[in-house]
């Protein structure tokens, strides 16, 4: 059964320290992205990665990092440096189109983060 | 950039009556045009999609939407709503430029009532 994973599904984080939330896809995805779900907000774009052991900023990159070492896996650090880090974190992949055009992004189950 | 509106933060119903959820956008290429829900702590299920052809699309759980190029607008419809409708709805717009990002709406809570 394809589809993407996110976990933990909820995470609890004290202040000062780095978290990694995990996303994995097994829809032989090579796009991939993390978008961060305030509430009353819509999706911000944290992160995406168009194409293993690449990856660029999107809107709202202060704080976090990511790796893309796999193509099946994208994890997410929240670092220290982000400084209002409780959100619910939402993970993206998609087929890439490299010669434009667009296709469906597909959203895991989403993580909540909460800093303590 | 692109932007996208949807008017309504929230929007009551009653069960079984009609609801229009409204979205606007900003861009003025060709663009492409999604609606997604999201039930309560879940990630974002696509109901449809607009991305060439008819202007009035069809989506899951009866659902349809019409692209209205001269308003900009992306309206989503559905005749007669019931109480498992109630989640969050949100549009988003992506162009041939953007390679396959999108930029999304601030979201409509949709709560029917019975």
């Known amino acids: 059964d394809g589809g993407i994973t996110q976990s933990p599904k909820y995470l609890f984080r004290k202040e000062g320290q780095n978290v990694t939330l995990s996303c994995e896809q097994n829809l032989n995805h090579d796009a991939m992205y993390w978008y961060r779900q305030d509430p009353g907000q819509g999706l911000r774009l944290i992160y995406y990665s168009q194409i293993v052991n690449d990856f660029q900023k999107g809107d709202i990159a202060e704080g976090y990092s990511v790796s893309r070492e796999k193509k099946e896996s994208f994890p997410l650090t929240v670092t220290s440096a982000q400084k209002n880090p409780t959100a619910f974190y939402l993970c993206a992949s998609s087929i890439e189109l490299l010669a434009g055009g667009v296709d469906t992004q597909y959203f895991g189950p989403g993580t909540r983060l909460t800093v303590l | 950039a692109q932007s996208v509106t949807q008017l309504d933060s929230q929007v009551p119903v009653f069960e079984e009556a009609p609801v229009e959820l409204r979205c606007n956008y900003s861009?003025?290429?060709?663009?492409?045009l999604f609606w997604y829900v999201q039930y309560p702590n879940q990630g974002l299920q696509l109901l449809l999609k607009?991305?060439?052809?008819?202007?009035l699309v069809k989506g899951i759980n009866g659902f349809e939407a019409e692209f209205n190029k001269s308003q900009t607008s992306f309206h989503l419809r559905k005749p007669s709503v019931h109480i498992s409708d109630t989640a969050e709805y949100f549009c988003?717009?992506?162009?041939?430029?953007?390679?396959?990002?999108?930029?999304f709406g601030g979201g409509t809570r949709l709560m029917v009532k019975p």
């Open positions: 607009y991305l060439s052809g008819s202007t």
């Open positions: 988003a717009v992506s162009d041939w430029n953007a390679g396959n990002m999108l930029t």
């Open positions: 861009s003025s290429v060709s663009v492409y």
